[in-house]
């Protein structure tokens, strides 16, 4: 009932940027937590960055410095910008969000994932 879709993956150069959206829609009553995960190919997936429903941020030691989480309450949207990339960053990203319904449920949801490649 809940879903997540994340935009904004692309190819990009060495030391480019790309900012990563992530919308959440359904019935939603609120969303706590907010996240962004990524995997590369042959990988486990690792968590980039958290921000809790009052702003406070969390971050991957590999992203500090270069990535900033940020979030729109008023649009259930989750923002990913990406400064200074490098090839390691190669991976599929994917937005979480923990939601509680109308009734006082509250689960994780995940979305699709959006394909973030860093290439010469």
């Known amino acids: 009932q809940v879903q997540l879709v994340e935009s904004g993956g692309g190819l990009v150069q060495p030391g480019g940027s790309l900012r990563l959206s992530c919308a959440a829609s359904g019935s939603i009553f609120s969303i706590n937590d907010m996240g962004w995960y990524r995997q590369a190919p042959g990988k486990q997936r690792e968590l980039v960055a958290t921000?809790?429903?009052?702003?406070?941020?969390n971050y991957a030691d590999s992203v500090k410095g270069r990535f900033t989480i940020s979030r729109d309450n008023a649009k259930n949207t989750v923002y990913l910008q990406m400064n200074g990339l490098k090839p390691e960053d190669t991976a599929v990203y994917y937005c979480?969000?923990?939601?509680?319904?109308?009734?006082?449920?509250?689960?994780?949801?995940w979305g699709q994932g959006t394909q973030v490649t860093i290439s010469s």
């Open positions: 921000i809790t429903s009052g702003g406070r941020t």
């Open positions: 979480n969000a923990d939601v509680s319904s109308y009734r006082r449920v509250t689960f994780s949801s």
